[in-house]
T-cell receptor, first 111, second 110 residues
C-alpha cells in the first residue's frame, strides 16, 4: 500500500469548515483513499472513502485531486465533538490484507 | 448486533505472565486484525487474518501469537509479558470497504 503524509496537528474554529490534507504521491491506480478518526482512546471510526471522484456522506466530504496524489477531508461545520485524530490510508478496494495506519492529524476544534 | 467485542477491557500482568486477549465479531467478516496503540502514538498492526485459517505478521509481531479459531474469533496471546507490551490493544474486522474496531483492551505489564 502507498504511504501517506499528513500534518501532525491542526486547529479549527467551531462552526467553520475543517479541511484536512493528505499526500499520497505513490498511490496506485487500484488503491482507494480511506479516512478514519479516533476520538479520545476509542477504537477508530470509518468516515469515508473514494477512488477518484469526490465523495460526500453524512459525516464529511472527500476531495481527491485529478492526479490522485493528494486528497482533502472536509468537515463542513466542525463541532467540539469532531476533536479527534484523523487518519488517511490508501489500500486496494477488496484487499483482505494488512492495513497500516500512519500518525494521523490531531484536529482540535475550539469554541 | 454487537459488532466487534473484546475481552477483557482492562488487565494488569506481572512480567513473565501469559494471557490471551479475546476478540469476536458477528458481522460475518473474513478479515480480522490486532493493533496496539502506545500513548501518543498511532496504531501499529501486530497480526492479521485475511480469512479463516490464515494469519500473517504485521508491523510488530514479536512477542505475540494469534489464533483464528473460526470465522468469528481471533485471539492474541502474550506468552511471556514484558513491560514494553504495556499498551492499548484493538481488534478489528473488515468487509471489503472498511474496518470496524472493538473498544480496546488496556494492558499494563509491571
Amino acid at each position: 500500500d502507498a504511504k501517506t503524509t499528513q500534518p501532525p496537528s491542526m486547529d479549527c474554529a467551531e462552526g467553520r469548515a475543517a479541511n484536512l490534507p493528505c499526500n499520497h504521491s505513490t498511490i496506485s491506480g487500484n488503491e482507494y483513499v480511506y479516512w478514519y478518526r479516533q476520538i479520545h482512546s476509542q477504537g477508530p471510526q470509518y468516515i469515508i472513502h473514494g477512488l477518484k471522484n469526490n465523495e460526500t456522506n453524512e459525516m464529511a466530504s472527500l476531495i481527491i485531486t485529478e492526479d490522485r496524489k493528494s486528497s482533502t477531508l472536509i468537515l463542513p461545520h466542525a463541532t467540539l465533538r469532531d476533536t479527534a485524530v484523523y487518519y488517511c490510508i490508501v489500500r486496494v478496494y477488496n484487499q483482505g490484507g494488512k492495513l497500516i495506519f500512519g500518525q494521523g492529524t490531531e484536529l482540535s476544534v475550539k469554541p | 448486533n454487537a459488532g466487534v467485542t473484546q475481552t477483557p477491557k482492562f488487565q494488569v500482568l506481572k512480567t513473565g505472565q501469559s494471557m490471551t486477549l479475546q476478540c469476536a465479531q458477528d458481522m460475518n467478516h473474513n478479515s480480522m486484525y490486532w493493533y496496539r496503540q502506545d500513548p501518543g502514538m498511532g496504531l501499529r498492526l501486530i497480526y492479521y487474518s485475511a480469512s479463516e485459517g490464515t494469519t500473517d505478521k504485521g508491523e510488530v509481531p514479536n512477542g505475540y501469537n494469534v489464533s483464528r479459531l473460526n470465522k468469528r474469533e481471533f485471539s492474541l496471546r502474550l506468552e511471556s509479558a514484558a513491560p514494553s507490551q504495556t499498551s492499548v490493544y484493538f481488534c478489528a474486522s473488515s468487509d471489503t470497504l472498511k474496518l470496524f474496531f472493538g473498544s480496546g483492551t488496556q494492558l499494563s505489564v509491571l
